[in-house]
């Protein structure tokens, strides 16, 4: 592990420049939850900013609660929380009670054990986003048909017949 941590530390002092870290602050202070976005999604991608960027941990709790939806910042805020854990505690709490009264139900995506909460109307949005499978048909051989109006109407005249 000592190796590991000494490589580690070798490469950010070569490749995470001044210029690196002010970008990454920047997507930090601009980060915010997306519309339909759950506050587990929004907190993962915070905290993987977070790692990239040094700063004091009393800005965590601020820019988490600054990037929420504002519907949802202004009712965290309310409850003054202390710590940053305590601000997404309050934010979960807000979306659950949000999606008992939509009645939105939990559901398992399909090769992940995640549950993510989801409504009908996003499950119906996502199937009309997955691409739909193409069905090749196979085209009939082609055949010439020349009109000879003799022949043509011979044969029809010998099949009325047979009716």
Not at 77 to 97: D, F, I, N
Request: glycine fraction near 4%; aromatic fraction near 8%; include cysteine.
């Amino acid at each position: 592990m000592a190796d590991w941590a000494a490589w580690r530390a070798g490469f950010v002092e070569k490749y995470c420049n001044t210029r690196w870290k002010n970008k990454w602050l920047r997507e930090l202070e601009n980060n915010r939850q997306r519309q339909g976005e759950t506050i587990d999604a929004y907190y993962t991608r915070f905290k993987r900013l977070v790692k990239r960027v040094e700063i004091h941990v009393d800005q965590h709790k601020r820019l988490f609660i600054k990037g929420l939806l504002p519907y949802i910042a202004s009712l965290v805020t309310m409850q003054a929380p202390t710590t940053l854990t305590a601000a997404l505690e309050k934010a979960q709490a807000y979306e659950e009670g949000l999606d008992m009264v939509n009645e939105i139900e939990p559901r398992k995506q399909k090769g992940k054990k995640k549950v993510v909460e989801s409504s009908d109307e996003e499950e119906e949005e996502e199937e009309e986003r997955k691409p739909k499978k193409t069905v090749l048909k196979k085209k009939k051989k082609e055949t010439k048909v020349t009109f000879d109006s003799a022949h043509n109407l011979d044969d029809l005249a010998k099949k009325f017949e047979k009716m």
